[in-house]
């Protein structure tokens, strides 16, 4: 069974930056496509960033939204996916969310509802 759960988050100011860590049991992080996620409060839930498994080339997918911004990464001996958020904005403020499947498609990995597991998220606040 994959379990995922997020940390890192909390509070920062606009500008600076933040690292989350979704870390993964279960499975390899090397065999799992993940992505990060976040939703604001009345807000629909918003595709960040998904890296695929290394297996089909471990080739990263970014919003257009935090592409520059925000940085995916994949740590095998920590069995670990990160987000690193630089350049930090209010509007950023929500819970983040990584999400894992075994075999998306690449056209798939930017809908959460491909996803078979998830991480229970992190809040993340940014504010002066």
């Known amino acids: 069974q994959v379990r995922l759960e997020e940390s890192g988050g909390g509070l920062a100011q606009p500008g600076g930056s933040l690292r989350l860590s979704c870390a993964v049991s279960g499975g390899s992080v090397r065999d799992l496509d993940v992505g990060w996620f976040r939703q604001a409060p009345g807000k629909e839930r918003e595709f960040l960033v998904a890296i695929r498994r290394t297996g089909t080339g471990g080739r990263s997918v970014y919003a257009d939204s935090v592409k520059g911004r925000f940085v995916i990464s994949r740590d095998n001996a920590k069995n670990t996916v990160f987000l690193q958020m630089n350049a930090l904005r209010p509007e950023d403020t929500a819970t983040y969310f990584c999400?894992?499947?075994?075999?998306?498609?690449?056209?798939?990995?930017?809908?959460?509802?491909?996803?078979?597991?998830w991480g229970q998220g992190a809040q993340v606040t940014v504010s002066s």
């Open positions: 999400a894992a499947d075994r075999s998306l498609i690449l056209s798939s990995l930017s809908r959460g509802v491909n996803y078979d597991y």
